[in-house]
């Protein structure tokens, strides 16, 4: 059984950086996706980031280009998302998740594309 353990969240300022990280674990990923999503408090759960774990193809979402970037450590299952130039709007908890394959970018954006997901972790942004 997959699972998706992600940390690196916190407070922080308008204009600060944070890194999350999620450690994946309970099968081998070659082929996979993985992605984070955020969900603000009112507000449905967004795409945000994925990455290919075989390629290290990259899909951002156009709000987060030139301030977020995602990777993979393949030998140490974990996938990082560094957020830079943080701002108010970025308040949400933030899910990792995996899915079986790294389809196209509109399919990879996608919840449905994902059927393992970690319990979240939250970012708050203050002005």
């Known amino acids: 059984q997959v699972q998706l353990v992600e940390s690196g969240g916190g407070l922080v300022q308008a204009g600060g950086s944070l890194r999350l990280s999620c450690v994946a674990s309970?099968?081998?990923?070659?082929?996979?996706?993985m992605g984070w999503f955020r969900q603000a408090p009112g507000k449905e759960r967004e795409f945000v980031a994925a990455?290919?774990?075989?390629?290290?193809?990259?899909l951002l979402a156009d709000s987060m280009k030139g301030r977020f970037t995602i990777s993979r450590d393949n030998a140490k299952n974990t996938v990082h998302l560094q957020m830079n130039s943080l701002k108010p709007e970025d308040t949400a908890v933030y899910s990792c998740?995996?899915?079986?394959?790294?389809?196209?970018?509109?399919?990879?954006?996608?919840?449905?594309?994902?059927?393992?997901w970690g319990q979240g972790t939250q970012v708050t942004v203050s002005s």
């Open positions: 990455v290919s774990w075989s390629t290290g193809s990259t």
């Open positions: 309970g099968r081998t990923f070659s082929g996979y996706v």
């Open positions: 998740a995996a899915g079986p394959f790294y389809d196209t970018d509109n399919v990879v954006r996608r919840e449905i594309s994902y059927n393992s």
